[in-house]
């Protein structure tokens, strides 16, 4: 039994990979944002029984909270616990060499693609705009550079057409936490090599600015748009206008039809039955 410091935050991507490793290993520390600023509704939640995916719920462990740039509280939580190794699911920002390199065993991340693609901040996004029609979660070494140590593992499946993010986010935390714990047995056995990532098929999963627009109406199919609006909505909207100035919103996305019209790609017009969003060879049904 490895012991090991994780480094997570609130939310099923972390939740389960934690509750996957402290089934197997022993959690000596957790390392996490700051507890949000507390409101009504932050308030009722705790009376509630608090989120289902709190870090502090789901293992017995010292908490450390490490704002962005204090790299001193994440180091204290490796002195002061002594951890054979550091894993990390779902933690916002890269943490420092004095810190991944203090372990025995490093540090190993688990990643929600199919690494060296998307590398960053927002792999889920960059999965839709890209199209990728297979996806899965990577564990990889931890180095100075985001996401592109070495491949400890790797869990691949076909990603289905217009599936819903919050949906692909709760697989990979189940498949993800498997694979994390499965490498942490390979790593406490001395049976883990790693592969090193190919540059060359290496792509960037950065944030995206609020209110850009994301649709290549000019090359997307139908389909395609399609499968990128329902699967991340409503966490990402497209921008959207009626062509007189207007903008339009809307509230869920429907299905598609393929068909030949005279309209520009990118156009909406509303209608009884909601909002016609045309696309170069068909047409998007929103409401």
């Not at 933690?91 to 690494?115: Q, T």
């Not at 564990?139 to 790797?154: F, P, S």
């Amino acid at each position: 039994m490895l012991r090991v410091a994780f480094f997570g935050s609130d939310g099923e991507f972390s939740g389960r990979s934690l509750a996957g490793v402290a089934a197997r290993h022993a959690i000596v520390a957790i390392v996490a944002p700051p507890a949000p600023r507390r409101t009504l509704r932050s308030l009722l939640r705790t009376l509630r029984g608090g989120p289902r995916f709190s870090l502090a719920r789901l293992a017995r462990a010292p908490m450390y909270h490490a704002a962005l740039g204090n790299d001193t509280v994440a180091l204290a939580a490796i002195s002061d616990t002594r951890p054979d190794v550091i894993c990390i699911a779902g933690y916002p920002w890269l943490i420092p060499p004095d810190v991944f390199l203090k372990p025995r065993l490093g540090a190993i991340n688990l990643h929600g693609s199919l690494l060296p693609r998307h590398r960053g901040i927002l792999p889920l996004f960059w999965i839709y705009h890209h199209d990728d029609r297979d996806t899965g979660v990577t564990v990889h070494r931890v180095t100075e550079r985001a996401d592109a140590g070495a491949i400890l593992g790797q869990d691949s499946f076909a990603l289905p057409r217009g599936l819903p993010v919050d949906s692909l986010n709760s697989m990979n935390a189940e498949r993800g936490g498997v694979l994390l714990a499965a490498t942490l047995d390979a790593l406490e056995r001395g049976a883990v090599e790693g592969r090193a990532q190919d540059e060359r098929l290496a792509t960037p999963a950065p944030r995206v600015a609020p209110g850009a627009a994301m649709v290549d109406f000019e090359h997307w199919g139908v389909e395609r748009v399609w499968h990128f609006l329902a699967g991340l909505y409503p966490h990402f909207q497209e921008p959207l206008g009626d062509g007189a100035g207007g903008v339009v919103r809307y509230r869920g996305v429907r299905g598609f039809r393929s068909e030949s019209h005279d309209r520009s790609p990118g156009h909406v017009e509303r209608s009884a039955q909601g909002l016609a969003l045309y696309c170069r060879d068909g047409i998007v049904e929103l409401w």
